[in-house]
């Protein structure tokens, strides 16, 4: 069994697929019209094309929206992404103005740092330094 896909929920699509592409450097799989206005619109990691996709779905349901205002009012990351360098990224992502609500923090062998994703969510970046034992 493997991770397929997994999806976080956003205000708009077409500016979440601009921010997750333009910005966080994902690339666009798939881009289907679903009914009057929503996509299936889904984007994976330029060094995985065939690997777990990321779906950007429409805020439709009522749930959805306070089950994601609830977490970013509490500070609290809906998805957390691997970067090789957290602390470049970091710099890169804010370069592009990025809006961090976490400077990267070492945390042992893990460092994180969140961003707003502009789509009402918080996601954090991680890279984890494997310890030798």
Same mark, same amino acid.
């Given at each position: 069994m493997?991770? &397929? ?5 956003? +205000?708009?699509?077409?500016k979440?697929? +601009?921010? %997750? ?20 619109l ?11 996709e990321?779906?950007?779905e429409?805020?439709? &349901? ?11 009012? +509490? ?14 990224? %970091? ?7 990025? &809006? ?8 042992g062998?893990?460092t ?14 991680? &890279?984890h ?5």
């Open positions: 493997r991770i &397929h896909l997994t999806s976080i929920f956003v +205000d708009d699509q077409a979440a697929l +601009d921010f %997750y592409t333009g910005v966080l450097g994902f690339v666009k799989k798939n881009d289907v019209p679903v009914g009057e206005q929503d996509r299936w889904t984007v994976v990691s330029p060094d995985e094309p065939g690997g777990a990321l779906l950007l429409p805020l439709g &349901h009522p749930a959805a929206r306070t089950y994601r205002d609830a977490l970013v009012r +509490d500070g609290i990351p809906l998805a957390q992404f691997a970067v090789d360098d957290v602390r470049a990224e %970091y710099e890169r992502l804010r370069g592009l103005g990025v &809006h961090f609500t976490q400077e990267p923090v070492e945390l062998p893990v994180t740092a969140v961003l707003d994703d502009t789509c009402g969510n918080l996601i954090q970046i991680v &890279h330094q494997e310890v030798g034992g």
